[in-house]
C-alpha cells in the first residue's frame, strides 16, 4: 500500500504547479483525502482536503482562492492545482488519507496514511 506525491520542483513567485498524489491499486479509493506541508523549520499543516466522491472540500486561509484540491476516482489520485505561488508556500507537501473520524478535516491526527512528501520552492 503506497501513497506517491510528485509534481513538486521550482517555481517563481506568480507561478504555478500541480501535485499528484497516487494510490497503489483501489486502496484509499473510497477514502477522504488531504495535502498537508511542512514549511524550513516549521510544524506541519493542513492545506486541502477533499471528501469522498469529491463533492466537498476545504482549504487552509493561506492558500484559499489560489489552490485546488481534486481527485480522480477512476485512477484513484488526488491533485493539488496551486497557482499565484508565493515563497511562503515553499514547503515539502505530503497527501494523506483519512482514516478517523474522531476531530475536523484539517486534523492531521485523522490521517492515518501519508505519502513520502514533495518539495515546492517558490523563489522570490
Known amino acids: 500500500v503506497q501513497l506517491q506525491a510528485s509534481g513538486g520542483g521550482l517555481v517563481q513567485t506568480g507561478g504555478s504547479l500541480t501535485l499528484s498524489c497516487a494510490a497503489s491499486?483501489?486502496?484509499?479509493?473510497?477514502?477522504?483525502r488531504a495535502w498537508f506541508r511542512q514549511g524550513p523549520g516549521k510544524e506541519r499543516e493542513f492545506v486541502a482536503a477533499?471528501?469522498?466522491?469529491?463533492?466537498?472540500?476545504g482549504y487552509a486561509p493561506s492558500v484559499k482562492g489560489r489552490f485546488t484540491i481534486s481527485r480522480d476516482n477512476v485512477k484513484n489520485t488526488v491533485y493539488l492545482q496551486m497557482s499565484s505561488l508565493m515563497p511562503e508556500d515553499t514547503a515539502v507537501y505530503y497527501c494523506?488519507?483519512?482514516?478517523?473520524?474522531?476531530?475536523?478535516?484539517?486534523?492531521?491526527?485523522?490521517?492515518?496514511?501519508w505519502g513520502q512528501g514533495t518539495q515546492v520552492t517558490v523563489s522570490s
Open positions: 494523506a488519507v483519512r482514516t478517523g473520524y474522531g476531530g475536523d478535516y484539517d486534523d492531521e491526527l485523522n490521517y492515518g496514511h
Open positions: 491499486g483501489s486502496t484509499f479509493s473510497s477514502s477522504p
Open positions: 477533499i471528501s469522498w466522491p469529491g463533492t466537498r472540500t
